[in-house]
């Protein structure tokens, strides 16, 4: 963390009932007694197993280059903390962050027709369903690495080191396996809310790497991709491919600065 920039802790209640924490990365001269003037505010969704502390540090100082704000939740799940895979309470958790920001903060004051999300992984999973379930919230959103069919994914576990226990939690946290619950994983699933995304006209850029070590991206983002684009999206999208390892290991210094750029958040090439 540099000096141009102020993380903010606070806390707030999911929809479980657990209370959560949440960093709020504000430009460091803004606060109680010098109140902001109206700021973008960036919902943030983190990657699976990161804390909020963590995902917060990779914004670096770019909410300064570009005068905005973001919020990095501590997320919840049904049943898990920092593996909340896109369970709906989850979705309408990140819907109120723009709420909770401005009580827990009064002074950072948030302009409500320039809200955006942007998360890498399992962030990505949870920024396609927001922008699916709430899509007249988001002025812009961006995906890194997602999954998109979580109901795939589960199989796709396996073929990680340490891929059965990650099974195991998953099963946990839906309630059964994508064939005792099928509803279950398909609801935590971009693919299955392709039509309300295409129809909210809000833009879109998503980022996939054919070499990602993590998500086999062969039948995730880039099918959704293909789909979205089939329904004549009414909003710009944009697709970014590469062949970075996954998320984590560029995140800080290339998807994320990426990512404000094409949003307008902040100027340069």
Not at 73 to 99: F, H, K, V
Not at 141 to 150: P, Q, S
Not at 203 to 231: C, E, G, I, M, N
Not at 236 to 245: A, D, F, I, K, T
Request: aromatic share 10%; proline share 9%; net charge positive.
């Amino acid at each position: 963390m540099t000096d141009r920039i102020k993380h903010w802790n606070l806390r707030y209640r999911a929809a479980n009932g657990r209370g959560r924490p949440a960093v709020v990365v504000v430009p460091a001269g803004y606060g109680p007694e010098r109140p902001s003037p109206p700021l973008p505010l960036v919902i943030s969704p983190h990657g699976r197993g990161v804390p909020p502390t963590d995902n917060a540090k990779w914004w670096r100082d770019l909410p300064a280059d570009g005068d905005f704000a973001v919020v990095c939740p501590g997320g919840m799940g049904r049943r898990l903390q920092l593996r909340s895979w896109g369970w709906r309470g989850q979705i309408a958790d990140l819907a109120r962050m723009p709420d909770v920001v401005r009580r827990d903060l009064p002074w950072l004051r948030i302009d409500l027709r320039r809200i955006y999300a942007v998360g890498g992984s399992m962030g990505g999973q949870e920024t396609l369903l927001l922008l699916g379930q709430h899509p007249q919230l988001l002025a812009g959103a961006v995906a890194f690495d997602a999954v998109t069919n979580f109901y795939l994914r589960y199989y796709e576990f396996a073929e990680l080191r340490g891929g059965r226990g990650v099974q195991a939690l998953a099963r946990f946290e839906v309630g059964g396996t994508p064939r005792t619950n099928p509803f279950g994983y398909a609801l935590r699933s971009p693919n299955e809310w392709n039509r309300q995304i295409a129809e909210s006209g809000v833009p879109l850029q998503l980022w996939w790497s054919h070499a990602d070590k993590v998500v086999d991206q062969r039948r995730q983002s880039p099918a959704f991709f293909k789909t979205l684009r089939s329904l004549h999206p009414k909003g710009r999208l944009e697709p970014v491919e590469g062949s970075w390892s996954h998320t984590a290991g560029t995140y800080s210094f290339v998807q994320l600065p990426g990512a404000v750029r094409w949003l307008g958040l902040v100027s340069g090439k």
